[in-house]
């Protein structure tokens, strides 16, 4: 155990970073080994599926983006006649949209539909595709509501947009708050994501009874994406530090929305049998969890010139990690202490050499060692449920690499 | 000229209702008579549809409550899993929608749909009726996001979503503030209620060809009213005067919203000819701006008691109405310290006596009775359209009323 601990330390706290000539503080972690899989270079999330897999004409990126390009352009004859302030507005989330992000969402359910047997020849691929794509409008949604929440600043390297509306408001001299007009823009506009985006699912053109299979897996997303958020806001508030709470909030506002019901739309829109599903649904939410065990090491961990997010963020906003809990439940019992320390530093003003201290006090309470084995775990499950579906061959290739970018990336 | 203005500040500035005891600041206005039809004294919205109409079984603000209520029972199964902390958030939003309003939308959609054929007796008509409900939802979340943007603390005589949210967090002495919380929580539950009105609207089981009909409209209307909410906020920062803006914003936020796109719903889901559908278009256009028109007569010169709101609430909020527009137009072009006296007053905090000179004022530069022409002149040309259409007898006696409810009101 004290070995483990010392190892975890040495990789956490940037050891072979420093090897490097980088910042203690900037050390990158590495993924233990737990089975031959995961031992491979972690790879980014693939912008081709992997070769084994049905092409479609272009990567799947440049077809969500071509996709929704054409959803938007398509728009243009209901936005015109309100007017340029509407049309501005438009632009705005258009570029929002296509500014990038790693088209996740749209990615797993056109997997998950190819591994369906899901056929890229037919002649309603496209209509396919346009479904999935769909998927970026409620990310858009909740990513401009989630930044007014969180009052974040910057997304993607530019302003969020009610940060950009409050900056139109004031460059133009107007009247009233500034603050309080792009507020009211940012939830406009991502009120405007929501209802296209099931414009654009409702009107892909996938079929009556493609349709009528993807409705509700429609439905439960979206419901839990938000039940999911709904409940973070309110275990961040009230302080409720129990991993049951972290790891609830990454099952509805991660897993389901992420992984696990994009591959279940993808498949319910093939017409997939229901052992399919559900080695599917087993794969997305112990991915999906995982997936967030990483974000949360990382929110702690990351290099801030990977991640695109100042070192120790979560510290600092006081979020509610399983990792935290974990550290706070071991702390509770052997240190209570050390537990109090924990409890009135996060979700304050840290500096460097705070953030460092907390650091190590996690990784000392086994927390760090503790979330990378639950998410080697997780994955291992993961992948065995996927072994033995009759998922195509292509498809599980395509989902091990997916699986291996999401649970192990630096970013 | 002179005359009619003093005729219409006789009305306006209550000496009526000063007969009736009443004070002065609480004149009701009463609608000056240009054809038969608007002499009749003001009808509610009628909670039974007049009785040439073919009636559902129980009057329709029933049946969209029971639609309702069924809808929130079957989403159970999705909410409980994520636990008490959404079930809460839920059962408000439920308490929200199901506590009242008039159900003007569902109201049009439905008879839109009969007066195109529709027949309450077939076996779908219980589907459509779920399908017009869902408009219900749609509103829940405009009304949910618009007192977060308004900031407006009281909503039917509760507390409103945010502030509510906010005086729960108050109370269980949780972290961080209270009003960003209630906020926080005031989106997401709005945004809730945007995404199941799509399920609940998708999944009302309409029938394939029927969807496909009903797709455009209902997109067209979600575009519209969000286009008008975004140029409104625009325009209340801008100080954009123009009684375009005001009139582009009736267009678009409420009466696209409110009367034309429902009751072109409901005669897409029937299957209504392109005929049929532009009287109903027009009807709907006109008698949305109308309605419009009338709230903003009621925002300067309703009775508290019977609107709900203080008196004279738009001055003070600075609401940019057609109205002031008008009252502004004809000052700039004569009286340019009167314009200047009404443009330094209007959004500050204005006392009682404050608010009846602006009445005054608003008055004596014929804005009112250019509002109450405009209001009539839409009516009738909205009543041409509609009786000159193919709708059922039944339907035109209905909308006959409930034309004549919206834009009479007195609340």
Avoid at 257 to 263: C, G, K, M, S
Avoid at 291 to 308: E, H, I, N
Avoid at 360 to 379: F, H, N, P, W, Y
Wanted: aromatic share 6%; proline share 5%.
């Amino acid at each position: 155990m004290l070995r483990a601990t010392a190892n975890v330390a040495g990789r956490y706290l940037g050891r072979a970073a420093m090897a490097d000539g980088l910042q203690q503080n900037q050390g990158v972690p590495v993924v233990s080994c737990r089975r031959q899989e995961l031992a491979l270079s972690a790879p980014m999330m693939p912008p081709h599926l992997p070769s084994g897999l049905p092409q479609p004409p272009h990567d799947i990126r440049t077809n969500v983006a071509d996709a929704l390009r054409g959803f938007f352009r398509d728009r243009a004859s209901l936005v015109e006649p309100v007017g340029t302030e509407f049309r501005s507005a438009v632009t705005h989330l258009e570029d929002f949209v296509l500014r990038g992000g790693k088209r996740v969402r749209p990615t797993f359910a056109w997997v998950g539909w190819l591994g369906a047997g899901g056929d890229v020849d037919a002649p309603g691929a496209d209509n396919v595709l346009s479904a999935c794509a769909s998927l970026e409008l409620i990310q858009a949604c909740a990513l401009i509501h989630d930044d007014i929440i969180d009052n974040s600043r910057t997304r993607r390297g530019f302003p969020t947009i009610h940060v950009e509306f409050a900056r139109q408001h004031r460059d133009q001299g107007w009247g009233g708050d500034p603050e309080s007009f792009g507020e009211a823009a940012g939830i406009l506009i991502g009120d405007l994501a929501l209802a296209w985006a099931d414009d654009m699912f409702h009107g892909s053109g996938i079929g009556t009874e493609a349709h009528q299979r993807a409705l509700p897996v429609w439905a439960a997303m979206r419901t839990e994406v938000l039940g999911g958020q709904l409940l973070d806001i309110v275990v961040e508030s009230s302080g409720d530090g129990s991993h049951g709470s972290a790891l609830k909030i990454n099952r509805f506002k991660t897993a389901a929305y992420t992984v696990e019901r994009p591959l279940h739309l993808g498949a319910a829109i093939a017409g997939a049998d229901d052992a399919l599903i559900a080695a599917y649904r087993t794969f997305g939410a112990d991915i999906g969890i995982a997936f967030q065990l990483r974000d949360d090491l990382l929110g702690v961990f990351g290099d801030p010139a990977t991640t695109g997010k100042p070192s120790g963020d979560d510290l600092r906003a006081g979020k509610r990690t399983a990792l935290l809990a974990y550290a706070l439940e071991t702390a509770d019992a052997n240190q209570p202490d050390v537990a109090a320390t924990l409890r009135s530093a996060v979700g304050t003003e840290l500096s460097e050499a705070d953030v460092d201290s907390l650091r190590s006090l996690i990784i000392s309470l086994g927390a760090v060692e503790r979330v990378e084995k639950q998410i080697a775990d997780l994955t291992e499950r993961a992948l065995n449920a996927l072994d033995a579906s009759s998922a195509r061959p292509g498809t599980k290739d395509a989902l091990h690499a997916m699986a291996l970018a999401v649970t192990r990336r630096t970013y």
